[in-house]
Protein backbone atom coordinates (compact mmCIF):
# COMPACT_ATOMS: atom_id res chain seq x y z
CA UNK A 1 0.00 0.00 0.00
CA UNK A 2 1.02 3.56 -0.67
CA UNK A 3 -1.71 6.16 0.41
CA UNK A 4 -2.73 5.10 3.81
CA UNK A 5 -5.81 7.02 5.90
CA UNK A 6 -4.71 8.63 8.91
CA UNK A 7 -7.46 7.70 11.74
CA UNK A 8 -5.17 8.12 15.04
CA UNK A 9 -2.44 10.48 15.65
CA UNK A 10 -0.22 10.22 19.12
CA UNK A 11 1.35 13.76 19.49
CA UNK A 12 3.82 14.70 22.00
CA UNK A 13 6.00 17.73 21.46
CA UNK A 14 8.89 19.84 23.82
CA UNK A 15 8.43 22.52 21.06
CA UNK A 16 4.68 23.51 20.70
CA UNK A 17 5.42 25.42 18.05
CA UNK A 18 2.12 25.30 15.68
CA UNK A 19 1.34 22.13 17.15
CA UNK A 20 -2.51 23.48 18.25
CA UNK A 21 -2.99 24.30 14.22
CA UNK A 22 -1.87 20.57 13.66
CA UNK A 23 -4.28 19.66 16.07
CA UNK A 24 -7.01 21.65 13.98
CA UNK A 25 -5.68 20.50 10.55
CA UNK A 26 -5.63 16.87 11.57
CA UNK A 27 -9.46 16.81 13.94
CA UNK A 28 -10.58 18.06 10.77
CA UNK A 29 -10.46 15.42 8.88
CA UNK A 30 -11.85 13.07 11.79
CA UNK A 31 -7.91 11.85 13.65
CA UNK A 32 -8.48 10.82 17.25
CA UNK A 33 -6.15 12.88 19.06
CA UNK A 34 -4.01 11.18 21.61
CA UNK A 35 -1.27 13.34 23.64
CA UNK A 36 0.89 13.33 26.67
CA UNK A 37 1.30 15.71 29.47
CA UNK A 38 1.77 19.65 28.34
CA UNK A 39 1.07 18.88 24.96
CA UNK A 40 -2.50 17.25 25.50
CA UNK A 41 -3.12 20.51 27.82
CA UNK A 42 -2.05 23.13 24.87
CA UNK A 43 -4.44 21.09 22.59
CA UNK A 44 -7.23 20.99 24.90
CA UNK A 45 -6.57 24.60 25.74
CA UNK A 46 -7.47 25.22 21.99
CA UNK A 47 -10.55 23.51 22.51
CA UNK A 48 -9.95 19.96 20.83
CA UNK A 49 -10.77 16.47 22.61
CA UNK A 50 -7.96 14.33 23.10
CA UNK A 51 -7.22 11.52 24.28
CA UNK A 52 -4.65 10.89 27.31
CA UNK A 53 -1.83 8.58 26.74
CA UNK A 54 -2.80 6.69 30.04
CA UNK A 55 -6.25 6.03 28.80
CA UNK A 56 -4.84 4.33 26.61
CA UNK A 57 -2.14 1.72 27.71
CA UNK A 58 -3.83 1.84 31.22
CA UNK A 59 -1.36 2.92 33.05
CA UNK A 60 -0.87 6.46 34.64
CA UNK A 61 2.24 8.58 33.49
CA UNK A 62 4.65 7.70 36.30
CA UNK A 63 8.03 8.52 37.84
CA UNK A 64 8.18 12.28 37.42
CA UNK A 65 6.92 11.43 33.72
CA UNK A 66 10.14 9.32 32.67
CA UNK A 67 7.23 6.47 32.03
CA UNK A 68 4.45 7.11 30.33
CA UNK A 69 4.96 6.16 26.33
CA UNK A 70 7.28 3.17 26.60
CA UNK A 71 4.06 0.30 26.63
CA UNK A 72 3.45 -2.18 24.39
CA UNK A 73 -0.16 -0.69 23.48
CA UNK A 74 1.73 2.38 21.78
CA UNK A 75 4.47 0.18 20.60
CA UNK A 76 2.64 -2.32 18.99
CA UNK A 77 0.42 0.44 17.65
CA UNK A 78 3.54 1.63 16.15
CA UNK A 79 5.09 -1.29 15.03
CA UNK A 80 2.59 -3.72 14.09
CA UNK A 81 3.28 -4.95 9.80
CA UNK A 82 -1.12 -3.99 9.10
CA UNK A 83 -0.96 -6.65 6.29
CA UNK A 84 0.20 -9.31 8.09
CA UNK A 85 -2.33 -12.07 9.73
CA UNK A 86 -0.08 -13.02 12.94
CA UNK A 87 0.55 -9.35 13.75
CA UNK A 88 -3.08 -8.63 13.32
CA UNK A 89 -4.03 -11.37 15.12
CA UNK A 90 -1.46 -10.18 18.51
CA UNK A 91 -2.79 -6.89 18.04
CA UNK A 92 -6.88 -7.85 18.77
CA UNK A 93 -5.55 -10.55 21.21
CA UNK A 94 -4.09 -7.69 23.58
CA UNK A 95 -6.01 -5.04 22.68
CA UNK A 96 -3.80 -2.97 20.66
CA UNK A 97 -4.75 -0.52 18.36
CA UNK A 98 -2.96 1.47 15.65
CA UNK A 99 -1.38 4.49 15.37
CA UNK A 100 -1.06 5.56 12.31
CA UNK A 101 1.11 9.39 12.49
CA UNK A 102 3.33 10.06 15.44
CA UNK A 103 4.57 13.74 15.61
CA UNK A 104 7.41 14.41 18.18
CA UNK A 105 10.05 16.41 19.31
CA UNK A 106 12.51 15.67 22.00
CA UNK A 107 13.46 17.37 25.29
CA UNK A 108 15.89 20.07 24.28
CA UNK A 109 19.11 18.26 25.78
CA UNK A 110 21.65 21.13 23.95
CA UNK A 111 19.86 23.97 24.40
CA UNK A 112 20.00 22.72 28.49
CA UNK A 113 23.53 22.43 28.08
CA UNK A 114 24.33 25.56 26.31
CA UNK A 115 22.24 27.21 29.51
CA UNK A 116 25.11 26.06 31.96
CA UNK A 117 22.54 23.56 33.35
CA UNK A 118 23.71 21.35 36.27
CA UNK A 119 24.51 17.90 35.56
CA UNK A 120 21.47 16.47 37.05
CA UNK A 121 19.38 19.05 34.96
CA UNK A 122 21.75 17.73 31.64
CA UNK A 123 20.21 14.10 32.45
CA UNK A 124 17.03 15.06 32.94
CA UNK A 125 16.52 16.37 29.52
CA UNK A 126 17.70 13.04 28.29
CA UNK A 127 14.65 11.70 25.94
CA UNK A 128 14.10 8.29 26.46
CA UNK A 129 10.16 8.02 25.36
CA UNK A 130 10.49 10.08 22.60
CA UNK A 131 13.40 8.33 20.75
CA UNK A 132 11.59 5.53 20.99
CA UNK A 133 8.19 6.11 19.32
CA UNK A 134 10.07 7.77 16.75
CA UNK A 135 12.35 5.15 15.93
CA UNK A 136 9.32 2.52 16.21
CA UNK A 137 7.17 4.68 13.38
CA UNK A 138 10.57 5.49 11.26
CA UNK A 139 10.67 1.76 10.91
CA UNK A 140 7.16 1.24 10.10
CA UNK A 141 7.35 3.75 7.73
CA UNK A 142 5.55 1.63 5.48
CA UNK A 143 2.56 2.14 7.79
CA UNK A 144 3.14 5.17 9.63
CA UNK A 145 4.12 9.12 9.33
CA UNK A 146 6.65 10.19 11.67
CA UNK A 147 7.13 14.12 11.87
CA UNK A 148 9.73 14.98 14.27
CA UNK A 149 10.04 18.72 12.88
CA UNK A 150 7.70 21.71 13.09
CA UNK A 151 8.91 22.77 9.70
CA UNK A 152 6.83 19.68 7.92
CA UNK A 153 3.52 19.97 9.68
CA UNK A 154 2.69 21.97 6.65
CA UNK A 155 3.88 19.58 4.30
CA UNK A 156 1.82 16.63 6.47
CA UNK A 157 -1.14 19.38 6.16
CA UNK A 158 -1.14 20.02 2.54
CA UNK A 159 -1.12 15.99 1.78
CA UNK A 160 -4.11 15.49 3.91
CA UNK A 161 -5.66 18.10 2.53
CA UNK A 162 -4.93 16.98 -0.98
CA UNK A 163 -6.45 13.16 -0.53
CA UNK A 164 -8.76 13.63 1.89
CA UNK A 165 -6.31 12.45 5.24
CA UNK A 166 -4.10 10.30 4.07
CA UNK A 167 -0.10 9.94 3.84
CA UNK A 168 2.10 8.66 0.18
CA UNK A 169 4.78 6.12 0.61
CA UNK A 170 7.07 8.65 -0.85
CA UNK A 171 6.35 11.42 1.99
CA UNK A 172 6.39 9.00 5.24
CA UNK A 173 9.81 7.63 3.71
CA UNK A 174 10.82 11.06 3.09
CA UNK A 175 10.01 11.86 7.03
CA UNK A 176 11.10 8.76 8.29
CA UNK A 177 14.76 9.28 7.24
CA UNK A 178 14.39 13.16 8.17
CA UNK A 179 13.16 11.09 12.02
CA UNK A 180 16.44 8.59 11.76
CA UNK A 181 18.64 11.58 11.36
CA UNK A 182 17.05 13.56 14.20
CA UNK A 183 17.31 10.71 16.55
CA UNK A 184 20.85 10.26 15.59
CA UNK A 185 21.71 13.93 15.70
CA UNK A 186 20.37 13.89 19.19
CA UNK A 187 22.23 10.74 20.60
CA UNK A 188 25.47 12.15 19.13
CA UNK A 189 25.15 14.95 21.01
CA UNK A 190 24.47 13.02 24.11
CA UNK A 191 27.53 11.22 23.24
CA UNK A 192 29.41 14.35 22.81
CA UNK A 193 28.38 16.06 26.38
CA UNK A 194 29.17 12.49 28.01
CA UNK A 195 32.86 12.39 26.50
CA UNK A 196 33.76 15.73 26.25
CA UNK A 197 32.07 17.83 29.20
CA UNK A 198 31.49 14.85 31.84
CA UNK A 199 34.33 12.99 31.21
CA UNK A 200 36.25 15.53 29.82
CA UNK A 201 38.21 13.73 26.74
CA UNK A 202 39.47 15.65 24.25
CA UNK A 203 39.69 12.62 21.90
CA UNK A 204 36.93 9.90 22.67
CA UNK A 205 37.18 6.62 21.73
CA UNK A 206 34.13 7.50 19.20
CA UNK A 207 34.03 10.57 16.91
CA UNK A 208 30.39 11.48 16.80
CA UNK A 209 29.66 14.04 14.32
CA UNK A 210 26.50 15.70 13.46
CA UNK A 211 25.45 18.98 11.25
CA UNK A 212 22.66 19.79 9.13
CA UNK A 213 23.03 21.43 5.91
CA UNK A 214 22.61 25.55 6.09
CA UNK A 215 22.55 25.51 1.95
CA UNK A 216 24.15 24.39 -1.01
CA UNK A 217 26.48 26.01 -2.48
CA UNK A 218 26.97 27.08 -6.21
CA UNK A 219 30.24 24.58 -6.20
CA UNK A 220 33.11 23.61 -4.12
CA UNK A 221 36.38 24.66 -4.75
CA UNK A 222 36.23 24.29 -8.46
CA UNK A 223 33.26 24.71 -10.65
CA UNK A 224 33.04 20.54 -11.26
CA UNK A 225 32.89 20.34 -7.64
CA UNK A 226 29.42 20.34 -5.49
CA UNK A 227 29.64 21.91 -1.81
CA UNK A 228 27.12 22.40 1.08
CA UNK A 229 27.33 24.32 4.12
CA UNK A 230 26.78 22.51 7.63
CA UNK A 231 25.81 23.62 10.85
CA UNK A 232 26.73 22.08 14.40
CA UNK A 233 23.62 22.55 16.33
CA UNK A 234 24.97 24.45 19.83
CA UNK A 235 26.67 27.30 18.95
CA UNK A 236 28.57 28.89 16.27
CA UNK A 237 28.33 32.99 17.52
CA UNK A 238 31.03 35.15 16.69
CA UNK A 239 31.68 32.71 13.18
CA UNK A 240 31.50 33.09 10.06
CA UNK A 241 29.40 30.18 8.93
CA UNK A 242 26.80 31.94 11.57
CA UNK A 243 27.46 35.47 10.31
CA UNK A 244 24.85 38.01 9.09
CA UNK A 245 25.45 38.86 5.61
CA UNK A 246 24.85 42.34 3.86
CA UNK A 247 24.74 42.78 0.37
CA UNK A 248 26.02 40.83 -2.22
CA UNK A 249 25.28 37.43 -3.93
CA UNK A 250 25.64 33.89 -1.84
CA UNK A 251 28.85 33.04 -0.25
CA UNK A 252 31.12 30.31 -2.55
CA UNK A 253 33.29 27.34 -1.06
CA UNK A 254 36.04 29.60 -1.68
CA UNK A 255 34.57 32.91 0.51
CA UNK A 256 33.79 30.59 3.35
CA UNK A 257 37.32 29.14 3.75
CA UNK A 258 39.00 32.30 3.38
CA UNK A 259 36.91 34.00 5.80
CA UNK A 260 37.13 31.90 8.34
CA UNK A 261 40.85 32.03 7.74
CA UNK A 262 40.68 35.65 8.25
CA UNK A 263 38.30 35.21 11.07
CA UNK A 264 40.41 32.84 12.79
CA UNK A 265 43.49 34.87 12.58
CA UNK A 266 41.60 38.35 13.37
CA UNK A 267 40.89 36.34 16.87
CA UNK A 268 44.14 36.28 18.04
CA UNK A 269 43.58 40.41 17.59
CA UNK A 270 40.12 40.65 19.50
CA UNK A 271 41.52 42.32 22.50
CA UNK A 272 44.07 44.73 20.68
CA UNK A 273 43.83 47.92 19.10
CA UNK A 274 42.11 48.55 15.61
CA UNK A 275 43.05 45.74 13.73
CA UNK A 276 42.67 44.50 10.02
CA UNK A 277 43.57 40.88 8.38
CA UNK A 278 43.29 40.70 4.43
CA UNK A 279 43.76 36.98 3.28
CA UNK A 280 43.81 35.65 -0.11
CA UNK A 281 43.65 31.71 -0.81
CA UNK A 282 43.36 31.34 3.22
CA UNK A 283 46.90 32.95 3.79
CA UNK A 284 47.55 36.06 4.91
CA UNK A 285 48.56 38.80 2.81
CA UNK A 286 48.77 41.64 5.17
CA UNK A 287 48.13 42.33 8.77
CA UNK A 288 48.45 45.51 10.72
CA UNK A 289 47.52 46.98 14.16
CA UNK A 290 47.00 50.73 14.95
CA UNK A 291 44.74 53.60 16.46
CA UNK A 292 42.29 53.70 14.18
CA UNK A 293 40.77 51.26 11.61
CA UNK A 294 41.85 53.32 8.64
CA UNK A 295 45.03 53.58 9.59
CA UNK A 296 45.39 49.87 10.38
CA UNK A 297 43.55 48.77 7.35
CA UNK A 298 45.78 50.49 5.11
CA UNK A 299 48.60 49.70 7.05
CA UNK A 300 47.82 46.04 5.89
CA UNK A 301 46.68 46.30 2.64
CA UNK A 302 50.41 48.24 1.76
CA UNK A 303 52.07 44.92 2.52
CA UNK A 304 50.79 43.16 -0.70
CA UNK A 305 48.41 45.52 -2.83
CA UNK A 306 48.38 43.05 -5.60
CA UNK A 307 47.60 40.17 -3.49
CA UNK A 308 44.61 42.12 -1.71
CA UNK A 309 42.99 42.59 -4.81
CA UNK A 310 39.99 40.21 -4.62
CA UNK A 311 40.63 38.80 -1.48
CA UNK A 312 38.89 38.96 2.29
CA UNK A 313 39.01 41.75 4.39
CA UNK A 314 38.53 41.54 8.39
CA UNK A 315 38.44 44.29 11.31
CA UNK A 316 37.95 43.49 14.81
CA UNK A 317 36.22 46.92 15.46
CA UNK A 318 32.90 47.96 14.17
CA UNK A 319 33.29 49.75 10.76
CA UNK A 320 32.98 53.19 10.59
CA UNK A 321 32.13 55.19 7.19
CA UNK A 322 35.41 56.15 6.48
CA UNK A 323 36.99 52.80 6.42
CA UNK A 324 34.18 51.96 4.51
CA UNK A 325 34.76 54.05 1.90
CA UNK A 326 38.44 53.13 1.99
CA UNK A 327 37.54 49.57 1.54
CA UNK A 328 35.29 49.65 -0.98
CA UNK A 329 38.29 51.42 -3.28
CA UNK A 330 39.69 48.24 -3.73
CA UNK A 331 38.01 44.97 -5.18
CA UNK A 332 37.26 42.65 -2.62
CA UNK A 333 34.97 39.65 -2.06
CA UNK A 334 34.17 39.86 1.62
CA UNK A 335 34.63 42.06 4.63
CA UNK A 336 34.03 40.28 8.35
CA UNK A 337 33.69 42.89 10.87
CA UNK A 338 31.57 42.29 14.36
CA UNK A 339 29.19 45.15 13.28
CA UNK A 340 28.59 48.25 11.04
CA UNK A 341 27.66 51.75 11.16
CA UNK A 342 24.88 53.64 9.39
CA UNK A 343 27.29 55.04 7.00
CA UNK A 344 29.58 52.59 6.68
CA UNK A 345 26.50 50.17 5.30
CA UNK A 346 25.57 53.19 2.93
CA UNK A 347 29.11 52.82 1.56
CA UNK A 348 28.81 48.88 1.37
CA UNK A 349 25.52 49.06 -0.29
CA UNK A 350 26.38 50.85 -3.17
CA UNK A 351 28.93 47.93 -4.05
CA UNK A 352 26.33 45.62 -5.12
CA UNK A 353 28.51 42.24 -5.28
CA UNK A 354 30.47 43.12 -2.12
CA UNK A 355 29.18 41.24 0.63
CA UNK A 356 29.50 42.31 4.47
CA UNK A 357 29.36 39.51 7.44
CA UNK A 358 28.58 40.79 10.08
CA UNK A 359 29.29 38.13 13.21
CA UNK A 360 28.72 40.37 16.19
CA UNK A 361 31.22 39.24 17.86
CA UNK A 362 34.92 38.00 17.21
CA UNK A 363 34.85 34.66 19.37
CA UNK A 364 37.84 33.27 21.31
CA UNK A 365 40.00 30.97 19.58
CA UNK A 366 39.60 28.57 22.64
CA UNK A 367 35.79 27.94 21.60
CA UNK A 368 36.46 26.54 18.42
CA UNK A 369 36.78 23.12 20.05
CA UNK A 370 39.26 20.29 17.28
CA UNK A 371 39.71 20.68 14.16
CA UNK A 372 38.58 17.37 11.26
CA UNK A 373 39.75 16.78 8.36
CA UNK A 374 39.16 13.82 5.89
CA UNK A 375 41.77 11.49 4.46
CA UNK A 376 41.63 8.81 2.38
CA UNK A 377 39.73 5.70 4.34
CA UNK A 378 40.07 8.53 7.58
CA UNK A 379 39.83 11.57 9.83
CA UNK A 380 42.72 13.36 11.03
CA UNK A 381 41.65 14.92 14.30
CA UNK A 382 43.64 17.49 16.46
CA UNK A 383 43.06 20.02 18.71
CA UNK A 384 43.11 23.67 17.41
CA UNK A 385 46.55 25.47 17.64
CA UNK A 386 45.87 28.16 20.41
CA UNK A 387 49.80 28.27 20.86
CA UNK A 388 50.79 31.32 22.46
CA UNK A 389 53.72 32.59 23.76
CA UNK A 390 54.27 36.02 26.04
CA UNK A 391 57.67 37.62 26.51
CA UNK A 392 58.75 36.21 29.55
CA UNK A 393 58.31 33.05 28.10
CA UNK A 394 61.10 33.61 25.54
CA UNK A 395 64.47 32.42 25.65
CA UNK A 396 67.04 35.28 24.63
CA UNK A 397 69.78 33.21 22.89
CA UNK A 398 72.23 35.86 21.39
CA UNK A 399 74.79 38.45 22.81
CA UNK A 400 71.55 41.04 21.81
CA UNK A 401 68.99 41.40 23.34
CA UNK A 402 65.62 42.73 21.48
CA UNK A 403 64.63 46.31 22.62
CA UNK A 404 61.02 47.28 23.47
CA UNK A 405 60.30 48.14 19.98
CA UNK A 406 61.39 44.85 18.61
CA UNK A 407 59.76 42.85 21.03
CA UNK A 408 56.55 44.22 20.11
CA UNK A 409 56.56 43.57 16.65
CA UNK A 410 58.22 40.09 17.39
CA UNK A 411 55.45 38.69 19.15
CA UNK A 412 53.70 40.38 16.22
CA UNK A 413 55.16 38.79 13.92
CA UNK A 414 55.01 35.66 15.64
CA UNK A 415 51.36 35.69 16.19
CA UNK A 416 51.07 36.64 12.29
CA UNK A 417 52.95 33.72 11.55
CA UNK A 418 50.75 31.02 13.21
CA UNK A 419 48.06 31.33 10.63
CA UNK A 420 50.57 31.64 7.73
CA UNK A 421 50.87 28.20 5.65
CA UNK A 422 54.16 26.38 6.48
CA UNK A 423 57.16 27.32 5.77
CA UNK A 424 56.32 30.50 6.82
CA UNK A 425 58.36 33.70 7.19
CA UNK A 426 56.66 36.98 8.11
CA UNK A 427 58.85 40.57 8.76
CA UNK A 428 57.10 43.07 10.62
CA UNK A 429 57.78 46.36 11.98
CA UNK A 430 56.23 49.09 13.59
CA UNK A 431 52.55 46.50 14.52
CA UNK A 432 52.10 45.76 10.66
CA UNK A 433 53.50 43.18 8.48
CA UNK A 434 56.01 44.20 5.71
CA UNK A 435 56.82 41.13 3.86
CA UNK A 436 54.76 37.23 3.63
CA UNK A 437 56.20 34.46 2.72
CA UNK A 438 54.39 31.44 2.64
CA UNK A 439 54.44 27.75 1.74
CA UNK A 440 57.05 26.79 0.25
CA UNK A 441 58.95 23.65 0.50
CA UNK A 442 61.96 25.26 1.89
CA UNK A 443 62.28 28.33 4.16
CA UNK A 444 65.13 30.22 2.61
CA UNK A 445 62.74 30.22 -0.43
CA UNK A 446 60.11 31.40 2.07
CA UNK A 447 62.41 34.31 3.44
CA UNK A 448 63.09 35.58 -0.35
CA UNK A 449 59.67 35.73 -1.15
CA UNK A 450 58.77 37.76 1.80
CA UNK A 451 61.65 40.33 0.61
CA UNK A 452 60.87 40.28 -2.66
CA UNK A 453 57.37 41.22 -1.58
CA UNK A 454 58.35 44.20 0.61
CA UNK A 455 60.54 45.62 -1.97
CA UNK A 456 57.94 45.50 -4.45
CA UNK A 457 55.31 47.16 -1.97
CA UNK A 458 58.20 49.85 -1.33
CA UNK A 459 58.21 50.44 -5.09
CA UNK A 460 54.56 50.74 -5.82
CA UNK A 461 54.11 52.77 -2.45
CA UNK A 462 56.90 55.29 -3.35
CA UNK A 463 59.08 54.35 -0.72
CA UNK A 464 62.49 55.51 -0.73
CA UNK A 465 63.44 51.72 1.00
CA UNK A 466 61.48 48.52 2.08
CA UNK A 467 59.85 48.12 5.02
CA UNK A 468 62.02 44.86 5.86
CA UNK A 469 64.60 47.35 7.20
CA UNK A 470 64.88 47.24 10.66
CA UNK A 471 61.96 44.14 10.91
CA UNK A 472 61.29 41.63 13.30
CA UNK A 473 61.17 38.42 11.40
CA UNK A 474 59.49 35.42 12.47
CA UNK A 475 59.46 31.79 11.41
CA UNK A 476 57.07 29.24 12.17
CA UNK A 477 59.67 26.21 12.56
CA UNK A 478 63.09 26.43 13.53
CA UNK A 479 66.14 27.61 10.81
CA UNK A 480 67.51 24.11 10.08
CA UNK A 481 70.76 26.18 8.38
CA UNK A 482 71.71 29.58 9.07
CA UNK A 483 70.86 30.40 5.11
CA UNK A 484 67.20 31.38 6.15
CA UNK A 485 68.30 33.37 8.54
CA UNK A 486 71.08 35.38 6.63
CA UNK A 487 68.71 36.05 3.64
CA UNK A 488 66.76 37.85 6.65
CA UNK A 489 69.96 39.84 7.31
CA UNK A 490 69.59 40.57 3.88
CA UNK A 491 66.70 42.08 3.69
CA UNK A 492 66.95 44.53 6.75
CA UNK A 493 66.38 42.33 9.63
CA UNK A 494 67.32 43.37 12.81
CA UNK A 495 65.50 40.59 15.28
CA UNK A 496 64.21 37.06 14.86
CA UNK A 497 61.85 34.90 16.69
CA UNK A 498 61.81 31.03 16.11
CA UNK A 499 61.29 27.73 17.63
CA UNK A 500 64.72 26.57 17.84
CA UNK A 501 65.84 22.83 18.25
CA UNK A 502 67.97 22.32 15.24
CA UNK A 503 70.86 20.49 15.62
CA UNK A 504 72.14 23.43 13.90
CA UNK A 505 71.19 25.97 16.52
CA UNK A 506 74.49 26.80 17.43
CA UNK A 507 75.72 27.55 13.78
CA UNK A 508 72.67 29.83 13.31
CA UNK A 509 72.88 31.77 16.97
CA UNK A 510 76.38 32.51 15.93
CA UNK A 511 75.52 33.90 12.65
CA UNK A 512 72.74 36.14 13.56
CA UNK A 513 75.78 37.36 16.67
CA UNK A 514 78.53 37.79 13.68
CA UNK A 515 75.32 40.37 12.38
CA UNK A 516 74.34 41.81 15.24
CA UNK A 517 70.40 40.61 15.71
CA UNK A 518 68.72 40.16 18.38
CA UNK A 519 67.27 36.21 18.11
CA UNK A 520 64.49 34.72 20.67
CA UNK A 521 63.50 31.12 20.85
CA UNK A 522 59.89 30.25 21.71
CA UNK A 523 60.13 26.50 22.14
CA UNK A 524 56.99 26.05 20.37
CA UNK A 525 56.73 25.55 16.61
CA UNK A 526 53.42 26.68 14.44
CA UNK A 527 53.54 24.36 11.45
CA UNK A 528 49.97 24.86 8.90
CA UNK A 529 49.20 22.89 6.27
Avoid at 13 to 40: F, N, P, Q, Y
Avoid at 58 to 75: A, I, N, Q, W, Y
Avoid at 439 to 464: P, T
Wanted: hydrophobic letters at 45%; glycine letters at 10%; one cysteine or more.
Amino acid sequence: MTDLPIRRALLSVSDKTGIVDLGRALARHGVELVSTGGTAAALRDAGLDVRDISDLTGFPEMMDGRVKTLHPVVHGGLLAVRDDAAHAAAAAAHGIGMIDLVVVNLYPFEATVAKGADRDTVIENIDIGGPSMVRSAAKNHAYVAIVTDPADYQALVDALDATGGSTDLVLRKRLAAKAFAATAAYDAAIARWFAHVDQGERLPQRLLLSAEKAGELRYGENPHQMAALYLPSGGGRGSVAHARQVGGKALSYNNYNDADAALELLSEFRDADSTAVIVKHANPCGVATASTLLDAYEAARACDSVSAFGGIIAVNRPLDGVTAQAITQLFAEVVVAPDADDDALAAFAAKKNLRLLLTGEIADPARRGVQVRSIAGGYLVQSRDFGRVTEGELKLVTKRAPSADEMRDLLFAWTVAKHVKSNAIVYAKDGATAGIGAGQMNRLESARIAAWKAKDAAEKAGWDRPRTIGSAVASDAFFPFADGLLAAVEAGATSVIQPGGSIRDDEVIAAADEAGLAMVFTGQRHFRH
